[in-house]
């Protein structure tokens, strides 16, 4: 990275060539960081537009940059296109408990989208509850460290640490994130999602647990909040757990806490 050079007079120069070749070098390494990315944001954006498709609300949260929140919110119900539907997008609040908030208010194919760095515990606490809530999870930020693998259905990861261009940058991955969802909804067939498992016994997924969120424990049983629905389990195979815990359920019970 080029660095400035103030002389004994005061006036500031800068090192390593002019301004022109500066902003281009600049330039070009955004753009390097943006196709860095272009998978990620392919994959959101499909996904973003089937959970559109089907009525669900994008919800938008960054506890540290709220006015990114705000700023990509509006750019999915505010659509600046004629012709470009206006989609279902609400911010968290400033200042709201994170979790206490989207577990009142997602309902199952909501969608969860949060701007953060990556060791932002609120966030890492409401993005693994995702599944429990039957939610679709994107996490935007940036920086040499990304989140812990598993934290979110998607992850797109900037590789800057310089807080100001990673801001830039945010700017332009929600708008392609906008763009590319709107593509997708020109492709009717790419709304289809791929066919899950509907038999009673899955010889691919009959011993996966499934995540479940705690809603209230009698006794030996539970009511829990799995893929957005409630269901009453058997606790009795593990600790006792308490209302919010998130624990792994397999054919009515549960078998370990997460």
């Known amino acids: 990275m080029t660095s400035p050079m103030v002389s004994t007079s005061g006036a500031t120069t800068t090192t390593g060539g002019d301004a022109d070749g500066n902003a281009g070098a600049g330039a070009a390494g955004a753009g390097a960081r943006i196709e860095a990315v272009a998978d990620d944001l392919a994959r959101a954006s499909l996904a973003l537009a089937r959970r559109f498709s089907l009525g669900g609300t994008m919800w938008c949260a960054s506890p540290a940059w709220p006015f990114h929140a705000h700023h990509v919110a509006v750019e999915f119900v505010h659509p600046v296109i004629v012709g470009k539907r ?25 969608m969860v989208v949060v701007l953060a760095d990556h060791d932002d515990a609120t966030v890492t606490d409401a993005l693994r509850r995702g599944p429990a809530w039957g939610t679709e999870t994107v996490w935007i930020g940036a920086g040499r460290t990304r989140p812990p693998a598993g934290s979110a259905d998607h992850v797109i990861w900037l590789d800057t640490d310089d807080a100001l261009e990673a801001s830039e940058q945010f700017v332009r991955v929600y708008h392609l994130l906008w763009e590319l969802t709107h593509v997708c909804f020109e492709h009717s067939g790419l709304l289809k999602a791929e066919q899950l498992c509907t038999d009673d016994v899955c010889i691919t997924c009959s011993d996966e647990g499934r995540l479940a969120e705690v809603v209230t424990v009698e006794g030996d049983e539970a009511v829990v909040r799995a893929e957005g629905k409630q269901e009453r389990i058997d606790v009795s195979l593990i600790d006792p757990p308490g209302p919010g815990d998130l624990v792994l359920v397999h054919a009515g019970f549960a078998i370990g806490a997460s």
């Open 86 to 110: 206006a989609l279902a997008a609400v911010t968290v609040p400033a200042g709201a408990d994170l979790v206490t908030t989207l577990r009142a208010s997602v309902r199952p194919g909501d």
